[in-house]
Nanobody, 117 residues
Framework: VQLQASGGGLVQAGGSLRLSCRASIRFFGLYEMGWYRQAPGKQRELVATISSGGSPNYIDSAKGRFTISRDNAKNTVALQMNNLKPEDEGVYYC????????????WGQGTQVTVSS
């Protein structure tokens, strides 16, 4: 499984970014997909997931600000991030999840999100 995330950049606090991820995986539509974030000096954390049926879940800090979506026809998953805060800063990755909720793909380089205060 290979995944390519894009769309990061530098934004002022309160701004928005839309991340996109393309997954090279058979039967993409059957997998739960997730967006992860790794801040400097911290472990990678799962920020948002979307089930094969399109049901989203978010960590508390992302609720109301982030929206995850998927396009099964294009093997892509997106993360719309609004009202960005400095604590949202980090490298964002996407991945496919197995039924045990573990990431199964190669992480790749991710996409950097920088939020200036």
């Amino acid at each position: 499984v290979q995944l390519q995330a894009s769309g990061g950049g530098l934004v002022q606090a309160g701004g928005s970014l839309r991340l996109s991820c393309r997954a090279s995986i058979r039967f993409f539509g059957l997998y739960e997909m997730g967006w992860y974030r790794q801040a400097p000096g911290k472990q990678r954390e799962l920020v948002a997931t979307i089930s094969s049926g399109g049901s989203p879940n978010y960590i508390d800090s992302a609720k109301g600000r982030f929206t995850i979506s998927r396009d099964n026809a294009k093997n892509t998953v997106a993360l719309q991030m609004n009202n960005l805060k400095p604590e949202d800063e980090g490298v964002y990755y996407c991945n496919a999840l197995n039924p045990s909720h573990e990431a199964i793909g190669y992480w790749g380089q991710g996409t950097q999100v920088t939020v200036s205060s």
